[in-house]
Nanobody, 123 residues
Framework: VQLQASGGGFMQAGGSLRLSCAASGRTSDSNAIGWFRQAPGKEREFVAAISWSGGIRYYADAVRGRFTISRDNVKKTYYLQMNTLKPEDTAVYFC?????????????????WGQGTQVTVSS
């Protein structure tokens, strides 16, 4: 399974970005997706996760109400809509997939990872 994340870039505080993650290769018919981020000098942290059906979504407290995770199972593409961006959202964002229908919030639960896309938010 290969995951290709895109959509990162530079944005002023208060702006919006939408990240995409396209899956290819021997993808599972049922997988949960997570988004994580890693800022310089910090550990990778959970951002959001979605179950295979899309019915269950988890968010980190820092992004709840501003970010929305979604998925298109036909296109095998997964999204993270980020609104009201803050400078503390600056990080490399990674999408990840796990061979399970159940969403998870810890990186160890994921089997495949994308290469990451940089998001930089200026104040």
């Amino acid at each position: 399974v290969q995951l290709q994340a895109s959509g990162g870039g530079f944005m002023q505080a208060g702006g919006s970005l939408r990240l995409s993650c396209a899956a290819s290769g021997r993808t599972s018919d049922s997988n949960a997706i997570g988004w994580f981020r890693q800022a310089p000098g910090k550990e990778r942290e959970f951002v959001a996760a979605i179950s295979w059906s899309g019915g269950i979504r988890y968010y980190a407290d820092a992004v709840r109400g501003r970010f929305t995770i979604s998925r298109d199972n036909v296109k095998k593409t997964y999204y993270l809509q980020m609104n009201t961006l803050k400078p503390e959202d600056t990080a490399v964002y990674f999408c990840a997939s796990r061979t399970s229908v159940t969403a998870a919030v810890t990186p160890e639960m994921y089997d495949y990872w994308g290469q990451g896309t940089q998001v930089t938010v200026s104040s």
